[in-house]
């Protein structure tokens, strides 16, 4: 995802539009929700030379690809994302305030993968849903509770076991209070 920005370098001011579809690199998202690796990126972008440097903005979009945390089915749709990057041409090494090295232009070309990758992946959402009241799967035997509604186990404590006995059985308590 390397773009040359030769002529943009030598002319302050100049602007270039970036109209293009290229492929997704690995890992592109999170264990549960990502871009799939190959698959399409739209990248409508503006490069334009300012006097620090190379600044990149515009839209990115992608097929967002993954599976419900809740019922586990799958969920695919169109993720749009603003990008905005300024990228230094200062040949020193710049630093934001907590000393991570800013994006440069190097060898007349600017990087964008680790633009988008912040962009898509602080994108998506933490635990993705199929769909807002998504009701999940049964955590004792893993039915899908959306196809069976009313679904339910009765739940007995075992150490509750001794007390019930008690309850279920007068005859058991008459012969224990003669003991």
């Keep these: 995802m390397v773009v040359s920005v030769r002529e943009l370098q030598r002319s302050p001011g100049a602007m270039r539009a970036l109209?293009?579809?290229i492929g997704?690199?690995?890992?592109?998202?999170?264990?549960?929700i990502g871009i799939p690796a190959g698959s399409d990126i739209e990248l409508d972008l503006?490069?334009?030379?300012?006097?620090?440097?190379?600044?990149?903005?515009?839209?990115?979009?992608?097929?967002?690809?993954?599976e419900c945390?809740?019922?586990?089915?799958?969920i695919a749709y169109d993720l749009t994302v603003d990008v905005q990057e300024l990228f230094f041409t200062d040949p020193e090494p710049a630093t934001d305030e907590d000393g991570e090295a800013l994006p440069r232009v190097e060898h007349e070309s600017v990087d964008l993968e680790p633009l988008l990758r912040d962009a898509f992946v602080t994108d998506l959402p933490f635990q993705p849903v199929c769909k807002p009241?998504?009701?999940?799967?049964?955590p004792q035997c893993g039915?899908?509770?959306?196809?069976?509604?009313g679904h339910r186990h009765e739940?007995?404590?075992?150490?509750?076991?001794?007390?019930e006995s008690l309850l279920t059985d007068p005859g058991e308590t008459d012969q224990r209070k003669s003991n």
Excluded: I, M, N, Y
């Excluded at 997704?24 to 549960?32: I, K, L, V």
């Excluded at 945390?69 to 799958?74: A, Q, S």
């Design 19 to 21: 109209e293009e579809r």
């Design 69 to 74: 945390v809740r019922c586990l089915d799958p």
């Design 24 to 32: 997704a690199p690995e890992e592109f998202g999170t264990p549960t």
């Design 46 to 66: 503006r490069l334009e030379a300012v006097h620090e440097g190379v600044l990149v903005s515009g839209t990115a979009t992608a097929r967002a690809a993954g």
């Design 143 to 149: 039915v899908r509770l959306e196809d069976h509604p």
């Design 133 to 138: 009241d998504c009701q999940g799967l049964c």
């Design 155 to 163: 739940s007995r404590d075992p150490r509750w076991d001794a007390l």
